[in-house]
């Protein structure tokens, strides 16, 4: 079962303007939710997280938001750059970080 | 400050064949040990952690072991390689509620 659903297998976005990458979870017991980004043939790296009792999480030019009600989350990178081209996961934390659980990935690509 | 390491980089084995992957961590002590695969096109698949040496804890079964023989060492293993088993492997280790992973060994059986 998919409990953490990325439906965009890929976006395109002109260089400056904003990336949103979304995803949809279904285990109401999640208590953590973490974005990766990973170029090809490279581990992970992770970017930014938020706490499933927060709404909005910032860190420089990534935001992540947090809908509880909806079950669903972003990612918002502003102003996209060309380096920032690569697969985006999202991932979701049962037993306080002890498992995560990762959608497919969106492949981002900022065209300059 | 810490680190994790992985080789080898790539391998290619052959249909049943052995396999022994190897993760070592620097920099801090008793982390928690992760194993992942990424198959082609997709996300990452959790395949074994480790909270202590000499735990081992398996998410999917299926003809992979894992092994914890050290406190900073994790070794993934299988006696007899499948097709199946091809993919991007992946080991990590826990710091607070994050995960933060290696460089990859990527494994082609053929």
């Known amino acids: 079962d998919q409990q953490v659903k990325q439906n965009s297998p890929s976006l395109s976005v002109q260089e400056g303007r904003i990336s949103i990458l979304n995803c949809d979870y279904t285990?109401?017991?999640?208590?953590?939710f973490l974005w990766y980004k990973k170029y090809p043939a490279e581990g992970p790296t992770f970017l930014i997280s938020?706490?499933?009792?927060?709404d909005k999480n910032e860190d420089g030019r990534f935001t992540v938001f947090l809908n509880k009600s909806a079950k669903h989350l972003s990612l918002h990178i502003v102003p996209s750059q060309p380096g920032d081209s690569a697969v985006y996961f999202c991932?979701?934390?049962?037993?306080?970080?002890?498992?995560?659980?990762f959608g497919a990935g969106t492949i981002l690509r900022v065209k300059s | 400050s810490q680190t994790i390491h992985q080789w080898p980089a790539t391998l290619v084995q052959p249909v049943g064949s052995p396999l022994s992957l190897e993760c070592t961590v620097e920099?801090?002590?008793?982390?928690?040990l992760y194993w992942y695969r990424q198959a082609a096109g997709r996300g990452l698949q959790l395949l074994f952690y480790?909270?202590?040496?000499?735990?081992i804890s398996s998410e999917v079964p299926q003809n992979l072991s894992a092994s914890r023989p050290q406190d900073r060492q994790f070794i993934l293993s299988s006696k007899k390689l499948l097709l199946s088993d091809s993919g991007f492997y992946l080991c990590?280790?826990?710091?607070?509620?994050?995960?933060?992973f290696g460089p990859g060994t990527r494994l082609t059986v053929t």
């Open positions: 480790s909270v202590g040496i000499g735990q």
């Open positions: 990590a280790w826990k710091q607070g509620h994050e995960q933060y």
């Open positions: 920099g801090t002590s008793n982390p928690n």
């Open positions: 938020i706490s499933s009792i927060k």
């Open positions: 991932a979701a934390s049962v037993e306080y970080g002890n498992k995560l659980v």
């Open positions: 285990n109401s017991m999640f208590d953590y």
